[in-house]
């Protein structure tokens, strides 16, 4: 018998959001791969460890599913191989079922149906140490004899947090044999009377602040109040930290070069690497200010409410409260806010909420947002309280959530659609988020954008250069050398096809990098520029430098631009991906360049008129 045959198949399921990954990478680590299932896109992650025994064990982290009469192609895939008739699959050995402490009332009902599989199941409780913090109380000996299932607690996101799960899966699990019951709701109720001792102040609480936060008018006027908090510190609590990058960044260049004669390393130093990287990196602050606000709310539990709260206004739009998560999370990037489309249920609803969510105003897009305000939107403020530049800011998110909305409630005329779209959500408790959770997804968050600085914006940043710099001008040529280069050609010829939305060869040339990546955009600039003039290192001077050289119309027109344009390839991939469809990557692409022109095109020349 091989070592893959003879080796402990086992699957974690469990509803989204029960910890069931974080579970996986801690008892996985790096031996993992990811792939996808077998003529479907959802994705397959396998990995192995050793147990204490010496035993291989191969685990599957299936995705996140509510119920086993699936309702989503994630449920689906779960379902499917939970039952051994996945194609290509061999049916779990032993299931662990995850589920989140804090809200038993929600997962129980998805380990009772499990249960009735027939195969071994240990149930494992995640996040004890949250439930503790709150005063839940679970009795874990009556949990195990009503459910009889091995029961075992799990803190996922700590060290070591997973040994008991470990020692208890090293040991044999005799199959369940009881069915699920009639009534899923009812045996449920029984199991938290029995089992589970909640404090009373905590659903009080609870409803205290769900008068307000779910009220149909004081709710809205809570939304909106959180997002232009969120915008106004963006610029306001990140000054002082940009400012300190970016002065040090300007005295590492001038010290870099200082010592090295003019050629070829000295300019690819200053004039690529410290004035391309050094355009995007002061950005940071301002980048984790806005996911430290959005990990916050995740946290809290409130998000589900915004859902809830939003649904009647998006299922006028055509779309859903279900498709509030993956929007939200398309801020941060359209890539996982398009894969969490996958939980949405409805194709239509699906498919539409794929199309629309690359308006989203990802973070790829603040370096732009912020270098173009700061250097054409006066720093004042407004009524003595309100920060200007934090308004327009503001304006452009609004501006891309509206336009999305327009886009779907286009798309369901065209569908005909006057289907009902039932959504049910489980609202969570609230809880105060905790500041280790907070900084790990901060640490993350930094991490991607310091390894996108020093990964695909470094190289493109270095080919700009290339592109920039050679070949070199003629003995006797006028002009700077770019002029002459194979990206100024390039410029000057993309500049037929963009001067009537105001952009000039710089910005057309910057456009091309940013179709990797939105913020290379940046970067780009400062080296097509740095390249321009005389100025050695301008990753600090180039806000002022396109100010003094562009007229106003031409900012607002690139703002409106990089709010629909699809410059980011790696986006038309995962739609590619998640729908099958190379018509749905064209309609995507066609649509989002034709806005972004349009809406150019009328902006820039409505403000040449008005100015």
Known sequence: MSTLESALRIALVGNPNCGKTALFNQLTGSRQKVA?????TVERKQGRYTAPSGRTVDLLDLPGAYSLDAASPDEAITR???LGIAAGERRPDLLVCVADATNLRLHLRFVLEVRALGLPVVLALNMMDAAARRGIRIDIAALERELGLPVVETVAVRRAGAQALVERLDRA??????????????EVRRLLTLCVSMPSSTAATDDAIDRVALHPVWGLVLLAALMFLIFQSVFSWAEPLMEGIE???KALGEWSVQSLPQGPLRSLLSDGLFAGLGSVLVFLPQIL???????????SGYLPRAAFLLDRLMFKAGLSGRSFIPLLSSFACAIPGIMATRSIQDPRDRLTTIMVAPLMTCSARLPVYTLLIAAFIPEQTVAGVFNLQGIVLFGLYIAGIVSALVVAFVTKRLYRDRSEHVLLLELPSYRVPHPRDL????????????????GIILALTVLLWFLSSYPAPPEGAVGPAIDYSFAGRLGRGLEYIFAPIGFNWQISIALVPGLAAREVAVSALGTVYALSGSDETIAAE???????????????????WFIFAPQCLSTLAVIRRETNSWRNVA?????LFSLAYVASFITYQVTRALT
């Open 173 to 186: 699990v005799a199959p369940s044999a009881l069915p699920a019951p009639e009534d899923l709701h009812v």
């Open 80 to 82: 499917d191989v939970c």
């Open 439 to 454: 900084l790990i997804g901060l640490w993350e968050r930094a991490w991607i954008f310091l390894r996108r600085v020093g």
């Open 36 to 40: 996808n299932y077998a003529g479907v």
């Open 289 to 299: 200010i806005l996911f430290l606000f959005i990990l916050a709310l995740e946290e």
């Open 542 to 560: 180039l806000g002022p430098l396109i100010a003094g050289q562009w007229p106003l119309a031409t900012a607002l027109s690139l703002l409106v």
């Open 587 to 591: 309609i995507a692409a066609g649509y």
């Open 247 to 249: 002065g040090g960044i």
